[in-house]
């Protein structure tokens, strides 16, 4: 069981990677319901990323049985001299539907990248939207890409931006 699901954006194309920021919105690995959501920047990229509190969050859910929505959200305060970011994920627990939230706040800091890492993207060029399952390697720790002999998916019903 060797892939993993992923939404995340990149930031100005991802020209100079990790200079315009990367931010994972959804990572699963392996077919575990654990979201691990992370930042990546100039300082903070590879595998130490930041990460909003509580990271990641275990989703008592089957998502070969109910969708996993999610969602980001940010709101670029450049008065404030910080960049509120909110992940959001709406999945079935039973017997009901539940939402979390995951906060995190970049604050302008003359020490630290990061805020003017990710404010070039959210106000210049932007960010690329991508959506792919990844295969093998360093995040699921095996190559075997196979479950039960059967390859593994993720079906998309609906992105909206």
């Known amino acids: 069981m060797g892939s993993w699901p992923a939404i995340w954006m990149l930031g100005e194309n991802g020209v100079d990677w990790p200079i315009h920021g990367e931010i994972d919105i959804v990572e699963v690995v392996n077919g575990d319901p654990t979201v691990v959501?992370?930042?990546?920047?100039?300082?903070?990229?590879?595998?130490?990323?930041?990460?909003?509190?509580?990271?990641?969050y275990?989703?008592?859910?089957?998502?070969?049985?109910?969708p996993l929505i999610a969602g980001f959200e940010w709101n670029v305060k450049e008065a404030m001299g910080e960049i509120a970011l909110t992940?959001?994920?709406?999945?079935?627990?039973?017997?009901?539907?539940r939402t979390v939230h995951a906060p995190k706040v970049l604050q302008k800091n003359w020490e630290s990248h990061d805020y003017f890492d990710f404010f070039?993207?959210?106000?210049?060029?932007g960010?690329?939207?991508?959506?792919n399952?990844?295969?093998?390697?360093?995040?699921?720790q095996t190559d075997e890409v196979f479950v039960d002999g059967q390859p593994q998916f993720m079906e998309i019903s609906s992105v909206k931006v």
């Open 127 to 131: 960010f690329s939207l991508l959506i």
């Open 87 to 97: 992940w959001w994920f709406t999945y079935y627990q039973y017997p009901a539907w």
């Open 120 to 125: 070039d993207s959210f106000t210049g060029d």
């Open 37 to 56: 959501m992370s930042l990546h920047s100039t300082q903070h990229h590879g595998a130490d990323p930041q990460h909003p509190p509580n990271n990641p």
């Open 133 to 140: 399952l990844a295969e093998g390697g360093a995040m699921p």
């Open 58 to 66: 275990h989703l008592d859910a089957d998502f070969t049985s109910y």
